[in-house]
């Protein structure tokens, strides 16, 4: 059987492990503008597991094939991922998880994320189920306040799934509640999820402002964009199964009607020019449900975005 052609070859990439061959640190060592930080589960309900446990490790896999081409023009940034000629960030492996214990993950994140913060790194996280970014953004205490622009087809206002408040259905109900949280965007939300009428109401009565994904699909992105207040703090809270299972079906509920990869980046760098992007995570790949490797290309592409995004934050170079 003939071996399937690889294009990193073609280009000069190795072997590597880490994020496009990013170098490697330790969170208590990192330096740069950012850091890439593995999280595969911090609270899975009982019924499902940890889930998406291999989601980060696939994810570095799709960005493989292009560790050599880090001072290529990239087009969608519009210049080189690091603009200043320097490579700015760091992959800081994955948080330390135990499956049996949900509590030990939560503070383990929590910690890892905060400690970066306070290294002033922004953290780029991979999950991992979609419970990882409440410990992720309770790492924010202090911080504020933030904005979370939440990038997802689910709201995630359930007060509790199975007995489980910090669960995937909940991320956002659990947002609200944190001191350092001042606003939430949530957008492209469509078809049918977990939420009841009930939820949605809770949201809209919370102050969150709701763009679903037919509204962006009519009105583009600029409605999305006048609602995140002008040099904020933002926070992106990027769940794949926003995008449309063409391009993302590595996801636990695919449903038609989803964002376009271009769609998506155009919110990323608008949210960048309105405020300040302080950290991104990215959640529930689900490694086995991929085809042909799609989704995970599509994963690393959304990631790398977000770094370059950072990287020209950093250096004062608009995308």
């Not at 499902?48 to 969608?76: T, W």
Request: hydrophobic share 45%; aromatic share 6%.
């Amino acid at each position: 059987m003939r071996e399937e052609p690889q294009i990193g070859a073609m280009f000069g990439a190795g072997d590597v492990t880490t994020f496009m061959g990013l170098p490697a640190a330790s969170v208590d060592g990192a330096d740069g503008s950012a850091a890439i930080l593995g999280a595969t589960t911090a609270t899975p309900y009982a019924s499902v597991g940890a889930y998406c446990r291999g989601g980060p490790a696939a994810i570095r896999a799709g960005a493989a094939p292009y560790a050599a081409n880090l001072a290529h023009i990239d087009f969608d940034l519009g210049g080189a991922i690091f603009p200043d000629g320097r490579v700015s960030a760091v992959d800081c492996g994955d948080v330390d998880i135990d499956e049996s214990d949900s509590a030990g993950n939560r503070d383990r994140i929590r910690a890892a994320v905060a400690t970066l913060l306070d290294r002033g790194l922004v953290p780029v996280v991979l999950g991992g189920d979609d419970s990882v970014p409440i410990p992720v953004l309770e790492a924010y205490a202090g911080r504020g306040p933030l904005t979370i622009l939440q990038i997802d087809a689910h709201i995630d206002w359930r007060d509790e799934v199975q007995g489980e408040h910090l669960g995937l259905s909940s991320t956002m109900r659990r947002a609200s509640e944190m001191e350092h949280v001042g606003r939430i965007v949530q957008v492209g939300q469509r078809a049918i999820g977990s939420a009841r009428v009930g939820d949605h109401a809770d949201a809209v009565a919370a102050g969150v402002q709701f763009v679903s994904a037919r509204e962006l699909a009519t009105g583009g992105a600029g409605p999305v964009l006048d609602l995140i207040p002008a040099g904020s703090d933002v926070f992106i809270a990027f769940d794949v199964d926003a995008l449309d299972p063409t391009t993302m079906p590595a996801v636990i509920g695919p449903a038609p009607g989803g964002l376009t990869y271009l769609q998506a980046v155009e919110l990323m760098a608008g949210a960048a020019e309105r405020g300040r992007i302080v950290g991104f995570d990215l959640v529930e790949f689900l490694a086995e449900r991929d085809q042909g490797g799609i989704g995970a290309l599509t994963a690393a592409r959304v990631v790398t975005f977000a770094l370059g995004l950072v990287a020209r934050q950093a250096s004062r170079v608009s995308p």
